[in-house]
């Protein structure tokens, strides 16, 4: 079983940047794929961002692409997501979310690809 932990959600103003961190359980088997996921009042959760196992493939969803960041920190279990020049629409709460590293996934941005999810957290942008 993998945990997950996420912070650094909040409140900014269209413009602004905001960094979300996920901390990895450090009793858990080193996971697979991990990724970024949101979701929006009214809206499905979608995929934001993803790596894979290896940390070699990272995937954005293209309403991201050139804004937002992910990364891993294999030192201390953690994967981050800068955002930057966020807008109204990335307002959502955001999770973190890992697979185990014996599963495989075609789409590392749907939220099939993960069985392990963190509990959100809420990014607020205002115009």
């Known amino acids: 079983q993998v945990r997950l932990a996420e912070s650094g959600g909040g409140a900014v103003q269209a413009g602004g940047s905001l960094r979300l961190s996920c901390a990895v359980s450090?009793?858990?088997?080193?996971?697979?794929?991990m990724g970024w996921l949101r979701q929006a009042p009214g809206k499905e959760r979608e995929g934001v961002a993803a790596k894979d196992a290896r940390g070699k493939v990272t995937v954005y969803a293209d309403s991201v692409k050139g804004r937002f960041i992910i990364s891993e920190d294999s030192a201390s279990n953690t994967l981050t997501l800068q955002m930057n020049t966020l807008k109204p629409e990335d307002t959502a709460r955001y999770y973190c979310a890992a697979a185990p590293a014996t599963w495989a996934s075609t789409n590392l941005l749907s939220t099939t690809a993960y069985p392990y999810w963190g509990q959100g957290t809420q990014v607020t942008v205002s115009a």
């Open positions: 450090e009793s858990a088997a080193s996971p697979g794929c």
